[in-house]
């Protein structure tokens, strides 16, 4: 109970509620407020960078261009597709005209290939369904044009069949000989046949004269006269006969007798039969169409070739690459720039000059491993020999995809 008198010693032990004002909180909620209001300009601050650098590349202003050369860096080197840079053409008027044309760059994908690309082994022309029954070479092997690189297994019967128009071929040769000497025998009678007719006749012809002479006188009767020119001239039909006989043969070429003309044809027709036979015999072998070496081999002894052939054939001695150009950049390509090609798995950058520029465009058949790479683009077969070196570098990887730099001299 508080007494009035002692009011104010009771107030002095009462608890002592302290009240804080609210603007002694508000410096903490206004710091949070100023640090979200500088966080909207971050994307900003990363969107201007992003346009500063992409200018920069895109541009290339001198002062990087100084940077990357001391630095000995190339726009697009880390990347496996270069980056295609605008090309810099100097200005007429401060540079000779010596100077001019520039060399420019053109890039693109292509693959190492032989000279000639490779060749695909297939079975001669109507081998059917023969199989292979031995292989002469293997993988690596140097093989020259014509050379038996494979047997199949139907050179036995074929060598069969060889035989036995051989032995066709030595009977008409046999009947042949046979006619002709037949033909000189029957010849040779026929003449002595009217050898004997014309003897008999002049025979004959003396007898009826002596018998005529003698009829005359009246020693002879007219029976004997009769007899006597009867014989003769039937001696004469004889030698009618017997030169009819001799006339068939001719002048005496046994080659222009029927019988032998005949014989001889019979033994023309056994000639070719043997060599349509030694013709079907190259089918059973399977021989290298071009010089070089033999990159692949697509079956073994026993197995029919199918339609990927019996093996590939290429000549590396010397080799080429096949760079697929963008239908826009060709027209920069000449015949005789210098090609720069590189490859992950080369040792070192290969060397050479285009040959050879494609007439038609066709779709890109080496596409890059970069999934956002265009996949449908319409290019340009474009053919570079490489240098000796180079060629020797290069013999191991055909079909190996690389990237090829044209120092073009061309302008669009």
């Known amino acids: 109970m508080a007494d009035p008198k002692t009011g104010t010693a009771e107030r002095k032990r009462l608890p002592l509620v302290v009240v804080r004002h609210s603007s002694e909180v508000r410096p903490h909620r206004w710091r949070w407020r100023a640090v979200l209001r500088r966080a909207r300009f971050i994307p900003v601050i990363i969107a201007l960078v992003a346009l500063g650098g992409f200018i920069g590349l895109y541009f290339?202003?001198?002062?990087?261009?100084?940077?990357?050369?001391?630095?000995?860096?190339?726009?697009?080197?880390?990347?496996?597709?270069?980056?295609?840079?605008?090309?810099?053409?100097?200005?007429?008027?401060?540079?000779?005209?010596?100077?001019?044309?520039?060399?420019?760059?053109?890039?693109?994908?292509?693959?190492?290939?032989?000279?000639?690309?490779?060749?695909?082994?297939?079975?001669?022309?109507?081998?059917?369904?023969?199989r292979v029954a031995s292989l002469k070479v293997t993988e690596g092997d140097r093989v020259e044009h014509g050379s038996v690189l494979a047997v199949l297994d139907s050179e036995r019967t074929l060598l069969a069949a060889i035989g036995s128009a051989r032995a066709q071929l030595a009977a008409r040769e046999a009947n042949l000989a046979q006619v002709r000497a037949s033909v000189q025998a029957s010849r040779d009678e026929a003449g002595a046949t009217l050898a004997r007719a014309e003897t008999t006749y002049q025979n004959t012809v003396r007898e009826f004269e002596r018998v005529e002479i003698l009829r005359q006188r009246g020693y002879a009767a007219e029976q004997s006269f009769d007899q006597?020119?009867?014989a003769r001239d039937e001696a004469a039909r004889e030698v009618e006969r017997a030169r009819a006989t001799l006339s068939r043969y001719g002048s005496g070429d046994l080659d222009a007798q029927a019988?032998?003309?005949?014989?001889?044809?019979?033994?023309d027709t056994?000639?070719?039969?043997?060599?349509?036979?030694?013709?079907?015999?190259?089918?059973?072998?399977?021989?290298?169409?071009?010089?070089?070496?033999?990159?692949?081999?697509?079956?073994?002894?026993?197995?029919?070739?199918?339609?990927?052939?019996?093996?590939?054939?290429?000549?590396?001695?010397?080799?080429?690459?096949?760079?697929?150009v963008y239908q826009a950049q060709v027209g920069r390509v000449l015949?005789?720039?210098?090609?720069?090609?590189?490859?992950?798995?080369?040792?070192?950058?290969?060397?050479?000059?285009?040959?050879?520029?494609?007439?038609?465009?066709?779709?890109?058949?080496?596409?890059?491993?970069?999934?956002?790479?265009?996949?449908?683009?319409?290019?340009?077969?474009?053919?570079?020999?490489?240098?000796?070196?180079?060629?020797?570098?290069?013999?191991?990887?055909?079909?190996?995809?690389?990237?090829?730099?044209?120092?073009?001299?061309?302008?669009?």
């Open 60 to 130: 290339q202003p001198p002062g990087l261009q100084k940077l990357m050369a001391a630095l000995q860096l190339q726009p697009g080197g880390g990347t496996s597709s270069p980056i295609a840079l605008p090309v810099q053409r100097p200005d007429p008027r401060q540079v000779g005209a010596a100077d001019l044309p520039t060399r420019q760059m053109v890039v693109g994908l292509g693959r190492l290939l032989p000279e000639g690309e490779v060749v695909i082994v297939a079975p001669p022309f109507g081998a059917g369904d023969a």
């Open 228 to 230: 006597r020119r009867a």
């Open 259 to 267: 019988d032998v003309r005949v014989a001889e044809r019979n033994v």
């Open 270 to 324: 056994a000639r070719a039969d043997l060599a349509r036979a030694q013709a079907d015999l190259d089918k059973a072998y399977v021989r290298a169409p071009i010089t070089g070496t033999v990159l692949t081999v697509h079956v073994r002894p026993g197995e029919k070739p199918g339609a990927q052939g019996l093996m590939n054939l290429g000549n590396i001695d010397s080799m080429t690459v096949e760079v697929e």
């Open 335 to 412: 015949v005789g720039d210098s090609v720069e090609v590189t490859a992950e798995a080369l040792p070192q950058r290969l060397k050479g000059s285009v040959t050879r520029i494609g007439l038609e465009v066709g779709r890109q058949t080496v596409v890059d491993a970069n999934p956002a790479a265009n996949t449908d683009a319409r290019v340009v077969k474009i053919t570079v020999a490489l240098e000796t070196d180079s060629s020797s570098l290069a013999q191991r990887f055909t079909n190996l995809q690389v990237t090829a730099r044209i120092a073009s001299r061309g302008e669009l």
